[in-house]
């Protein structure tokens, strides 16, 4: 659905650099009137449509960049996706040998509250925890269930009625700079960042050539078949007085349109800070466990 709004933009440049068709009016003679017509061909897309051209590239451009930004998206999601699959599946089998050593606590307790050595109290809780890791069990298989369908989607691979086996273990990121140098890279290298910049170049444009077309001119053929020498032409041009219409509509809407792509921009910059600043934190808090974890071991 993405890559369609690239032809789309295409298409937009493809209109931009069509001229506009000449018209003609033709004034039939019927009764005393002669026969008149007038070719009139609009003027100012000669020296508008280089800028409509632009601003339509411009447009696609940043189309593009955010057909990029989708497919990195994309690729993020794919690999979170799996990575929570791995991770179900790895609580999974630790609360199936959590339910096994519960399981066997209770028979424990049961032998023992028949000994007489322990109470009913007791042995009811054993029972109870026994109970509860089953339960757990039950709710974990779901978890790996959703993230596996959630895979499955993310990989395109929804549609198929077979299951579809994930075996690969996921690559540990080699990420050990610092969060200062990430948010340098990231600025430079974001496709989201860069379809913002455009838009702000091409709202500034746009602003430009609403104020352009206030004025319109076309230059006219006028022509009469009865005059004094017969078939009579003479050229002329045909210009709006811009007294009421000033494109007042169009200059507001791109002034507002300047004002939403610098505020995007900022919004999409102050986006990307937060995304490398948390993922820096995230991977640095799960080395610091990971790490412990090691150690205790």
């Not at 269930?145 to 990989?155: C, F, I, N, Q, Y």
Request: net charge neutral; proline share 4%; glycine share 6%.
């Amino acid at each position: 659905e993405a890559r369609t709004k690239l032809g789309v933009s295409r298409a937009d440049v493809l209109q931009a650099g069509l001229l506009a068709n000449p018209t003609l009016s033709v004034l039939f003679p019927l009764g005393p009137k002669q026969l008149e017509y007038t070719l009139a061909l609009p003027l100012e897309a000669v020296w508008l449509r280089p800028r409509r051209v632009a601003l339509a590239e411009l447009e696609e451009q940043r189309v593009a960049e955010s057909l990029v930004q989708n497919g990195l998206d994309l690729i993020r999601d794919v690999k979170h996706a799996y990575s929570d699959l791995v991770l179900a599946n790895d609580r999974l089998r630790l609360a199936r040998d959590a339910a096994q050593l519960q399981s066997r606590i209770a028979e424990l307790a049961e032998a023992r509250l028949k000994a007489g050595d322990i109470s009913e109290l007791e042995t009811a809780t054993a029972r109870i925890d026994a109970a509860r890791a089953r339960e757990e069990i039950r709710r974990l298989a779901t978890d790996v269930t959703v993230a596996r369908e959630r895979l499955r989607t993310l990989a395109g691979l929804g549609f198929l009625d077979r299951p579809c086996d994930f075996s690969d273990t996921p690559a540990s990121p080699d990420t050990h700079r610092e969060v200062g140098e990430l948010l340098k890279q990231a600025r430079a290298a974001r496709p989201d960042l860069r379809a913002a910049e455009l838009g702000l170049e091409a709202a500034g444009k746009r602003a430009g050539l609403a104020k352009a077309e206030i004025f319109t001119l076309s230059a006219v053929l006028d022509a009469n078949a009865k005059g004094r020498e017969g078939h009579e032409l003479g050229p002329g041009v045909q210009l709006p007085i811009p007294v009421f219409n000033r494109n007042q509509a169009g200059r507001a809407r791109a002034q507002a349109e300047i004002e939403r792509a610098a505020w995007n921009y900022v919004a999409v910059k102050e986006r990307i800070d937060l995304e490398v600043s948390e993922a820096h934190t995230r991977l640095r808090q799960a080395r610091e466990a990971l790490a412990a974890w090691r150690r205790e071991i």
